[in-house]
């Protein structure tokens, strides 16, 4: 399962990540292996989305959400 | 004056980093360019408590020493250069005390770069309020620095940290964060022993960065490339094991420092902003909404003080006028420089009060918001969601618009928001639409409600933006991509903006756009002034003969002889001239010779397609007056058809010349200092030029 599949208010765990180049900007932002991670909105038009995470709110793509794995 | 320590300020984006720079400078402060680059210096001088001053050099916000945009790429390189004219002393590095633990990867970066590190301790005020206690003490001692609590906004623990700079070591006594050699042991060791540097974090960055630092030689540059290859160097997956292990060592910092309760009373609050905010229906109504608001302050709110900078400078003209001895000299002074001056300072209302909106939007938060929501559109076009406002802003103004792109932070999304904004109508353009809507479109209702010439002014606006997005979405293609998209983006809690900030970005750019753009606009003013006002050869004092004669003397009033006179001067002059020569280009547009010379004079600036419409029709008093204008040109004739000049075709065909021409120097030069190269603006002179002149043959041939 990855990030892009919760749906709003649900938490996952990061697990891993596929693709390298995103996880290292991910990570830098808090996004890392073991953080919990919890959709705080859905943007009007369905992309991009919102998440709380390490105590702050971080708005990515549906698509980088689908990079980050959840366990 | 010389400062006797020098101050770099470093930090995360959204943590007050501004707030603080303004806090300790004041009005001291400088906007320059760091050598070689685009990217905006601001340095000021703070007087320390002990009566010696730092000169603070503000470093652009970034979340990590690794790139992501050219602003971030300077922090890096400035700090890491050795004995540069901007070599930092001390290190303030800005800590959001609220989110501490993502902060602080970026501090532990900066901090075995082994340069004396100050931390300021910021948003103290909003972690009480949280509930999040800090030990600050224990905090300091772990790491081996200074920390100073502040609340900048509230100016709180200012005077604590000028203290903090006046007692700063010269000398790095932070403690290690985490064992950087075991990321690439032999790659550092060699680095290390080629580049003659014992710091190893310094030698692992290099190995990162050496591509892009311009302190290096090609050699050196080369030879850790070799050095990369050699260890089978992975850039990417050096940086994800660092981060990781500097995470697991802020984890272990935090754990008995930090006590935070498990939500935080603001987030929750800021969190049903949001609710209405980004709300699918709502939002969307709001954020129109605003939009509107800011479009119409601009022409409401600038229309008082314009005038009053255009009354300024006739009142001026008319001093100069009674001073000044009559003579090339005093026209050039008075026609030239000062007409070009008051062209580049009454744009400082529309400029000054879009910053004032930018800055507020941005104080607190909304904009982000704003990304957030128009991502997805934008995007299909080519552009970014934070694209939206320079493009509305262009309704008003492209020059403040261009200046805006800055937010912006993909490069490809900032420079097509830069190609395709003049497309959009700006208020310079109103004048002549409705000047040539009204001398061809009937003022007569459709469907009741309709009045076909608010028809027709209403279709060049949704023109304007239609062209502007089609145009974006070619460029798309065009434009190679210098970095991945991506939009991993933090949304800053909902705050108040800070007014103070809010001034400095209204003075800030109303600076730089006089003193970069105004250049330019004085200089083509300068020569459009002497192509309307000098002719080849004797022409001109032929036309002071002639009309000397009794014949005309006599029979005419001063007033209409002056008037004849500036007409036979204008058409014989340089541009006059001009404006026969590029007839032949022109004509199958539906343009003859005195239609040109309006093009030509009003090449600076599109507004002043009246005034010469005015002079050359002769316009009787207050060339302001529309009504006359329009009265004379509906009069006139072609000299060998008899047929009248103005056809509905010549004048949609002249609209679609206005609606897509680049006929505006500020905009031309404001490109220029945006982009730092000339193939940017001349890309899209031409560009916009072809555009026009197709568009304006389409029309005139489809409506003939």
Redesign the interface.
């Known amino acids: 399962m990855t990030l892009e599949d919760l749906a709003v208010g649900q938490t996952g765990v990061v697990k891993e990540f596929t693709d ?11 996004c ?2 073991g953080e919990t991670i919890t959709i ?2 859905i ?6 989305i ?1 998440i709380h995470v ?8 549906r698509f ?1 959400a689908s990079t980050i794995i959840l366990q | 004056m010389k400062a006797d320590i020098r101050v770099a300020l470093v930090g995360n984006p959204n943590t007050g980093k501004s707030t603080l720079f303004n806090a300790l400078t004041g009005l001291n402060q400088k906007i320059g360019n760091f050598p070689g680059v685009t990217v905006d210096k601001k340095t000021g001088i703070c007087q320390l408590t002990d009566g010696r001053r730092a000169e603070i050099i503000d470093l652009p916000g970034t979340y990590s020493l690794y790139p992501k945009s050219k602003d971030e790429s300077i922090v890096f390189s400035v700090l890491a250069e050795k004995g540069s004219e901007l070599t930092p002393d001390l290190i303030i590095i800005i800590l959001d005390a609220t989110n501490l633990k993502r902060n602080l990867l970026l501090y532990t970066q900066v901090a075995d770069l082994k340069i004396p590190v100050i931390i300021a301790l910021n948003m103290m005020d909003m972690a009480d309020k949280a509930n999040i206690s800090i030990d600050i003490d224990l905090l300091s001692r772990r790491l081996g620095v200074p920390v100073v609590p502040i609340a900048a906004r509230q100016e709180k623990g200012i005077d604590e940290l000028k203290q903090a700079i006046n007692h700063a070591n010269k000398i790095a006594l932070q403690v290690d964060s985490i064992d950087v050699r075991t990321l690439a042991p032999a790659l550092i060791a060699d680095i290390e022993a080629e580049t003659q540097t014992d710091n190893p974090y310094f030698a692992l960055q290099l190995a990162h960065q050496h591509e892009h630092l311009k302190f290096l030689t090609t050699e050196q540059s080369n030879r850790i490339e070799e050095l990369e290859k050699k260890h089978d160097f992975h850039s990417q997956k050096a940086q994800a094991s660092e981060t990781i292990a500097r995470y697991n060592y802020i984890n272990d910092v935090l754990y008995d420092t930090v006590q935070t309760p498990q939500t935080a009373h603001e987030e929750s609050l800021s969190n049903k902003i949001d609710h209405i905010l980004t709300h699918r229906v709502f939002g969307f109504i709001i954020f129109i909404g605003v939009l509107l608001f800011i479009f119409q302050s601009i022409f409401a709110w600038s229309e008082y003080p314009m005038s009053l900078i255009e009354d300024g400078f006739v009142w001026a003209e008319g001093i100069l006028r009674g001073v000044l001895p009559e003579g090339p000299l005093a026209d050039l002074l008075i026609d030239g420089v000062v007409a070009g001056l008051s062209g580049v300072l009454v744009f400082i209302p529309q400029i000054a009060i879009l910053f004032a909106f930018i800055s507020i939007l941005e104080d607190t938060g909304y904009m982000s918001r704003v990304t957030f929501m128009m991502d997805k559109i934008m995007r299909k076009v080519g552009l970014n969601g934070k694209s939206v406002v320079p493009l509305i802003g262009g309704f008003a103004c492209a020059v403040p618009s261009i200046m805006s792109t800055r937010t912006i932070e993909n490069w490809k999304d900032r420079m097509i928001t830069i190609m395709v904004t003049p497309l959009v109508a700006c208020s310079a353009r109103l004048p002549v639409y409705t000047l040539l809507i009204a001398l061809v479109v009937p003022n007569k209702n459709v469907w009741w409600i309709f009045n076909l010439q608010g028809l027709a002014l209403t279709g060049m606006y949704v023109l304007s933006l239609v062209s502007a997005v089609i145009v974006a979405f070619v460029m798309k293609f065009v434009l190679k991509a210098r970095e991945r998209g991506y939009f991993i983006m933090e949304l800053p809690v909902y705050r108040m903006p800070r007014w103070r900030n809010v001034i400095f970005s209204m003075y800030e750019r109303s600076k730089t756009f006089v003193l970069q753009a105004g250049k330019v606009i004085i200089a083509v003013s300068i020569i459009l002034w002497v192509l309307s006002s000098y002719g080849p050869g004797n022409r001109f004092e032929k036309i002071e003969q002639t009309y000397s004669q009794p014949q005309y003397t006599k029979t005419m009033t001063p007033d209409s002889l002056a008037r004849v006179i500036s007409t036979e001067k204008l058409e014989n002059s340089y541009a006059g001239v001009l404006g026969h020569v590029i007839e032949p280009v022109i004509k199958p547009i539906g343009f003859d010779w005195k239609i040109g010379i309006a093009l030509i004079t009003s090449f600076a600036a599109r507004e002043v397609f009246v005034g010469t419409m005015a002079t050359i029709y002769s316009v009787e008093g207050d060339a302001d007056k529309i009504d006359s204008v329009q009265e004379k040109m509906r009069r006139a004739k072609n000299p060998e058809t008899g047929q009248p000049v103005f056809t509905l075709a010549v004048a949609f065909s002249l609209m679609m010349f206005y609606a897509f021409a680049m006929q505006c120097a500020s905009t031309v030069a404001v490109v220029y200092r945006e982009t730092k190269n000339w193939r940017w603006p001349a890309a899209q002179f031409a560009y916009m030029t072809v555009l026009a002149y197709g568009m304006a043959f389409l029309v005139y041939h489809l409506l003939r």
């Open positions: 390298l180049e995103m996880s290292v900007k991910l990570m830098e932002m808090g890392l292996p705080a909105r943007a009007p038009l369905g992309d991009p919102a390490s105590g702050y709110q971080l708005s990515l793509r980088e």
